[in-house]
């Protein structure tokens, strides 16, 4: 029996990480911030997170059974995390229905279509997020109140998030340091007492899980520290200038989808770049587009924008920057 030789581009490595170690680590990295999302929401982000896990797992299984007609991998766990990360970027008090249907459209659009795991350009759980904003713009930007709707579901008290009460206020004319006294300070906001999608109000239990990530090397420091490094940078010039107009930098990395968005959405492996210079370039449209968003855009927040445009960008990034051909020699010097 003649051997089949199997060609692939490079990187090549041996070691004992899989698919389903990596994916399954991600898993356990976003506990601290899973069980800081349970004591500040409660039933309604234990809830959403479930039917949104179970909503993609059950979707891809079927799309691969009943459509591909390929053998069914949701053991690899990849379902599994886009199921818990589009919850991450939903609100607690959302109903079911659109859960599931964000589900449905982020593995069956944003995955499946592309091919499955490994072929998707965009990031799927963006995708599914995304589709609701645009699709369901009220229920999705209607935020339970931390603490105060633990034992609420749909009925959950409301309010406006940090970002949206800053650019409510901005459009009425009011200053920056006004209206920072309405809010939480840094401290509160580090640790999470805000409104917010599920995953993105505690930057200290995020942490925590990049930690994990970078313990376990699931992925690298460049995509996290350069693009909150930029939007850092950017809104720090912005304050400069103009302090009355622009809230502090510390403000902008601790509110909204930053940190979420640093550690997991924008280092996903299938949509990011393949190389460190790459990440570095990446990483820095992803903070510029963001801030240029939210002072500039409709919208209070723009770091799914972002992502999901700098992933479109990804194939041109990888094309002119490129690792080293294998063997090429490396001039000293």
């Not at 070691?15 to 309604?44: C, E, H, N, R, W």
């Not at 991450?88 to 659109?98: K, V």
């Not at 759980?125 to 609701?132: D, E, N, S």
């Not at 376990?216 to 302090?243: E, Q, S």
Request: glycine share 10%; hydrophobic share 50%; charged share 10%.
């Amino acid at each position: 029996m003649s051997k089949i030789l199997t060609v692939s581009p490079s990187p090549h490595i041996v070691g004992d990480q899989s698919l389903q170690k990596m994916m399954y680590g991600v898993v356990i990295s976003l506990i601290p911030a899973f069980l800081v999302t349970l004591y500040l929401f409660g039933i309604g982000a234990l809830i959403t997170t479930a039917i949104s896990i179970l909503s993609c797992v059950l979707v891809e299984m079927l799309i691969q059974r009943f459509l591909l007609k390929t053998p069914v991998a949701i053991s690899d766990g990849s379902a599994l995390v886009t199921g818990v990360l589009l919850a991450f970027n939903l609100p607690s008090n959302l109903p079911w229905w659109m859960v599931i249907i964000g589900a449905a459209f982020a593995i069956g659009i944003g995955k499946m279509t592309f091919g499955g795991l490994g072929n998707n350009p965009f990031n799927p759980a963006l995708v599914g997020r995304v589709f609701l904003l645009i699709s369901f713009p009220v229920q999705m930007t209607s935020w339970p109140l931390p603490v105060q709707s633990r034992m609420h579901y749909l009925d959950a008290v409301t309010g406006a998030t940090p970002l949206g009460t800053l650019k409510e206020a901005l459009r009425n004319g009011e200053a920056v340091p006004k209206i920072m006294d309405q809010l939480p300070d840094h401290m509160h906001l580090f640790l999470g007492q805000m409104g917010g999608s599920l995953g993105e109000v505690s930057a200290l239990a995020l942490i925590i899980g990049f930690a994990w990530l970078l313990y376990k090397k699931i992925i690298t420091w460049h995509i996290p520290v350069f693009m909150v490094g930029t939007i850092f940078a950017f809104t720090g010039i912005l304050w400069l200038i103009d302090p009355v107009n622009n809230a502090t930098p510390l403000f902008h990395i601790l509110t909204g989808g930053v940190m979420l968005g640093a550690i997991y959405m924008a280092t996903d492996l299938v949509t990011s770049p393949m190389t460190k210079k790459g990440m570095i370039l990446y990483a820095m449209g992803i903070g510029i587009i963001t801030v240029i968003i939210r002072k500039f855009g409709a919208y209070p927040e723009g770091v799914s924008f972002a992502i999901l445009i700098m992933n479109a960008c990804v194939p041109l990034i990888n094309k002119y920057i490129k690792p080293k051909r294998f063997g090429e020699e490396v001039k000293n010097g």
